[in-house]
């Protein structure tokens, strides 16, 4: 194989599909999509599936809301059923630090359209009926927000990237990206040479190794998460929200009959291993205990373990280097990748094309490490 591209764009999961189709859609041709394995193989398919707006950052609430107006017209525009159910996040908080940022919150996602708001616990356990309100304050709570099947994105993305021309190439492993000086000429895979002036890494947790090649610093850290499905749950309320304890990190939502859940572990070391196992069952079942004690008697029926992309604070690499000509990045998400997807696709297409995109992400760029300005989110699950 020796092909010639417009740009090539590293990664085959929601970031890197939507990208293509927002390209291919816009009518960039010649765009070729690298992934070394099959398409949604990475986190994207291993994603819990939430998609919301409520989070603490103004740019990560602007991009949650747009993508969420993009999940709700995929069917129509895309034409894929991706299981959309708006049944809205509901984060329950426990401590009167979490009421007071989660209330300030709710307000700056007020003020940007999102329309969340603050809830009594007795408000909260009628939405979430499995969980007891002993020790808990508050919730937040917003009804667009929701979950859907983030394996239909992808695949719905690549067919109509692919009906505008892109290419995509499976189970190819990207071996090295050639640069002359300071400006990228081609993409080296497993099955030949790619010549290109224009490299988009959208590789999730293997960014760093990605953003090597070409000399960019992309701080992504791999960490393994997992996730518990149960057996079917009697008279499970179908409108169930998605439903976390804010200090544990426990949450839940409906799966088909029963449901999935998960939360972090603290005990998990940065790394690629995606094995499940069941040392983080004992905390698991605590923040049960103490939060949804009817989940205890459910059986689980299965599960699975997938990576995380973090970066040190916790939010996305967005932009393009300027250290190479033309490298664009869009990674580090850290657990909301992706609900982000829709929209940031958006952005690196006109990032790619010159025009100013519909939000600056200027401060996501990844020199701001490099600048002592980290960029906090908060709202972490």
């Not at 193989?41 to 989070?55: H, P």
């Not at 979430?128 to 719905?156: M, R």
């Not at 996730?227 to 990190?249: K, N, Q």
Request: with cysteine.
């Amino acid at each position: 194989m020796n092909l010639r591209a417009s740009a090539v764009i590293i990664g085959g999961g929601v970031m890197g599909t939507s990208i293509a189709y927002h390209l291919a859609s816009a009518g960039v041709r010649d765009i070729v999509l690298v992934e070394r394995d099959e398409l949604a193989a990475g986190s994207t398919s291993k994603a819990a599936g939430g998609v919301r707006a409520q989070f603490s950052d103004e740019l990560n609430i602007q991009l949650g809301a747009r993508s969420l107006e993009a999940f709700a017209r995929f069917g129509q525009e895309i034409g894929y059923d991706i299981g959309l159910r708006r049944v809205g996040y509901l984060f329950l908080l426990s401590t009167p630090e979490e009421v007071a940022s989660f209330e300030a919150g709710v307000r700056l996602q007020n003020h940007l359209g999102v329309p969340s708001r603050m809830l009594t616990p007795k408000e909260a356990a009628r939405l979430s009926p499995l969980i007891a309100t002993d020790g808990l304050l508050a919730a937040a709570y917003s009804p667009d927000d929701g979950h859907c099947t983030p394996e239909s994105v992808v695949h719905g993305y690549a067919a109509v990237a692919r009906a505008h021309g892109a290419r995509v190439l499976r189970r190819t492993e990207v071996t090295g990206i050639e640069r002359d000086g300071a400006h990228v000429t081609a993409v080296h895979t497993t099955l030949g040479r790619i010549a290109t002036d224009t490299v988009i890494c959208a590789a999730g947790p293997w960014s760093r190794a990605v953003g090597a090649m070409a000399g960019v610093d992309l701080p992504v850290q791999p960490l393994r998460r997992q996730i518990a499905v149960t057996e079917p749950v009697p008279g499970l309320p179908p409108t169930l929200p998605m439903t976390i304890d804010f200090t544990t990190s426990l949450y839940f939502h409906a799966e088909g009959p029963g449901l999935l859940l998960g939360m972090s572990d603290p005990d998990e070391r940065p790394g690629f291993a995606t094995d499940s196992h069941d040392r983080w069952i004992p905390r698991l079942y605590a923040a049960m205990e103490r939060r949804a004690p009817a989940l205890l008697d459910l059986r689980r029926t299965g599960g699975w373990a997938g990576l995380y992309e973090n970066t040190p604070d916790h939010n996305a690499l967005i932009g393009e280097a300027t250290s190479v000509s033309r490298f664009l990045y869009a990674t580090g998400f850290s657990g909301h990748g992706f609900l982000q997807g829709p929209a940031v696709g958006e952005v690196i297409r006109d990032l790619y094309l010159g025009r100013a995109p519909f939000l600056d992400v200027r401060p996501l760029s990844a020199d701001r490490f490099a600048a002592d300005a980290p960029r906090p989110e908060s709202n972490l699950v």
